[in-house]
């Protein structure tokens, strides 16, 4: 069931999801806040006080994606096999250059993010990747192969990206905008 709240102004909707969890958490992993909560839990407005100005932020910064996404154009010519061949021959290459083994490279369609590396060294890139520009992509495959070196989004992983990438962090404001860009073309063609 749909909620709204006003935040500094801002009138943001959001859904509820009981879990078996401990602790009330936020997510705004589909452009959507929701709110997962544990069995029982009733103070929904005492969590949205609390984080209000991560609420405000979070969601302002969707806002600005969803607009930018309008000026951005994405690539449907490519095929799902030409779309496999660059993702092997990126993985191939990154994995030699930075000395890491895999177990898997796999492409699937994913919810909530463009990749993931397991524990057991196995890496899924989003199957939607496939229309986003080149230099996304290969920024992607290599993001995941990194993580065969270091697991978390800490100090040592994002100095591993950067001698790559220097600009790494306009790659993943890029990465978020064309996200709601690629929702939208689901939605359209319902894939």
Not at 99 to 105: A, G, K, Q
Not at 126 to 152: C, F, M, Q, W
Request: proline share 2%; with cysteine; net charge positive.
């Amino acid at each position: 069931m749909a909620h709204k709240v006003e935040i500094f102004g801002m009138e943001i909707k959001y859904d509820t999801d009981y879990r078996n969890i401990k602790y009330p958490r936020l997510e705004f992993k589909t452009g959507e806040l929701l709110l997962v909560l544990p069995q029982g839990f009733k103070d929904h407005s005492g969590v949205l006080e609390k984080h209000k100005s991560w609420i405000y932020k979070k969601n302002s910064q969707i806002i600005n994606a969803f607009r930018e996404s309008k000026n951005k154009k994405l690539n449907t010519q490519r095929t799902e096999q030409e779309f496999k061949t660059v993702v092997k021959e990126y993985a191939h290459k990154y994995l030699k250059e930075l000395d890491l083994n895999v177990n898997s490279v796999q492409i699937k369609r994913m919810n909530s993010k463009w990749g993931s590396c397991s524990s057991r060294k196995n890496i899924i890139v989003n199957s939607n990747l496939r229309y986003l520009p080149t230099e996304l992509i290969d920024y992607v495959v290599y993001h995941e192969i990194a993580h065969l070196g270091e697991r978390k989004h800490n100090e040592k992983f994002w100095k591993i990206v950067s001698k790559k990438f220097k600009d790494y962090q306009n790659k993943e404001k890029e990465l978020f905008v064309y996200w709601f860009l690629t929702k939208k073309l689901i939605k359209k063609y319902d894939v």
